[in-house]
């Protein structure tokens, strides 16, 4: 793991050196419900969860993605919402809208 963070880490100097642009994914979640304060229970209402890209610049426009979990359990983990054939048909568009390079 080591060497694989430090070959990360190398590739990702040599890519800003040469001005590539470097793109970052997330993902998360949020309750319907949640406010600055958080007035409302938290663990009442829909999950959505939320992935997006973008770089040092922006996000990129119009390749959010953002759906409805079907989990009920609350204390449950999110990431297992995410499926692989979703995740990488919305990834195959994102790969036409990033700089190339």
């Given at each position: 793991?080591?060497?694989?963070?430090?070959?990360?880490?190398?590739?990702?100097?040599d890519f800003r050196r040469e001005?590539?642009?470097?793109?970052?994914?997330?993902?998360?979640?949020?309750?319907?419900?949640?406010?600055?304060?958080?007035?409302?229970?938290?663990?009442?209402?829909?999950?959505?969860?939320?992935?997006?890209?973008?770089?040092?610049?922006?996000?990129?426009?119009?390749?959010?993605?953002?759906?409805?979990?079907?989990?009920?359990?609350?204390?449950?983990?999110?990431?297992?919402?995410?499926?692989?054939?979703?995740?990488?048909?919305?990834?195959?568009?994102i790969l036409t809208k990033v700089?190339?390079?």
């Open positions: 793991m080591i060497i694989w963070r430090k070959n990360y880490l190398l590739r990702i100097k001005g590539r642009k470097i793109y970052y994914m997330d993902e998360t979640w949020v309750n319907e419900g949640i406010y600055i304060y958080c007035t409302e229970n938290p663990q009442k209402g829909k999950r959505l969860i939320v992935v997006h890209i973008g770089s040092e610049d922006s996000f990129l426009e119009g390749v959010d993605l953002i759906f409805e979990a079907k989990k009920t359990d609350r204390e449950g983990d999110y990431h297992s919402e995410m499926d692989a054939h979703n995740f990488e048909k919305w990834f195959q568009y700089e190339p390079g």
